[in-house]
Nanobody, 122 residues
Framework: QVQLVESGGGLVQAGGSLRLACAASGRTFSNYAMGWFRQAPGKERGFVAAISRSGGGTYYADSVKGRFTISRDNAKNTVYLQMNSLKPEDTAVYYC???????????????WGKGTLVTVSS
């Protein structure tokens, strides 16, 4: 089992920045590809960003490319999502997820956190 706990969500004005963190425990963190997904009110959960086990490969949804950056610190068992130039449409619950082995941009992750709410006001 892998336990994932997100933090860093909150209320921010449009154009502002937030940094989300996801702390993992339970298994060898560096064996897991990590991802961030989000679910806006009334919408399905969707892919935001993903990172390979080593951190050498990163992937982004078109809607966040150039504004968000995913990174990881395997020594701290933590993955981050730096979000800049935030827009009201970025408002959502953000979920951290883990998948053993190869990175995925689909919803087929093995472990999920409980999410952290990001609200962007206009």
């Amino acid at each position: 089992q892998v336990q994932l706990v997100e933090s860093g969500g909150g209320l921010v004005q449009a154009g502002g920045s937030l940094r989300l963190a996801c702390a993992a425990s339970g298994r060898t963190f560096s064996n897991y590809a990590m991802g961030w997904f989000r679910q806006a009110p009334g919408k399905e959960r969707g892919f935001v960003a993903a990172i390979s086990r080593s951190g050498g490969g990163t992937y982004y949804a078109d809607s966040v490319k150039g504004r968000f950056t995913i990174s990881r610190d395997n020594a701290k068992n933590t993955v981050y999502l730096q979000m800049n130039s935030l827009k009201p449409e970025d408002t959502a619950v953000y979920y951290c997820a883990a998948r053993l082995g190869v990175v995925s941009t689909n919803d087929d992750m093995e472990y999920w956190g409980k999410g952290t709410l990001v609200t962007v006001s206009s």
